[in-house]
């Protein structure tokens, strides 16, 4: 079955980065489109960046444009969210999406 596990959220301090890691099992992950989203508390979940099969091609929110980086290493089926100068407005559970699947979600807060 298609699993997907996020990992490497944590609690940083505005202007901080953290990079977020997705291992995925169970489907073709090189020939799939990947995503990232995420959900604050008290609004509905939102897309944040969009990589594709081979990672040509990428798409970003707006709010996170120039902050974000999306990748993937096909040969390790993990896809990437490196975030830099983190804001407190980033501060929600972040989810892989992929195989038709989402992931459970890794949470990150940005707080002094």
């Known amino acids: 079955q298609v699993q997907l596990v996020e990992s490497g959220g944590g609690l940083v301090q505005p202007g901080g980065s953290l990079r977020l890691s997705c291992a995925a099992s169970?489907?073709?992950?090189?020939?799939?489109?990947m995503s990232w989203y995420r959900q604050a508390p008290g609004k509905e979940r939102e897309l944040v960046a969009v990589?594709?099969?081979?990672?040509?091609?990428?798409y970003y929110a707006d709010s996170v444009k120039g902050r974000f980086t999306i990748s993937r290493d096909n040969a390790k089926n993990t896809m990437y969210l490196q975030m830099n100068s983190l804001k407190p407005e980033y501060t929600a559970v972040y989810y892989c999406r992929g195989g038709h699947s989402w992931g459970q979600g890794t949470q990150v807060t940005v707080s002094s």
């Open positions: 169970g489907f073709a992950f090189s020939s799939s489109g």
């Open positions: 990589i594709n099969t081979f990672g040509h091609s990428t």
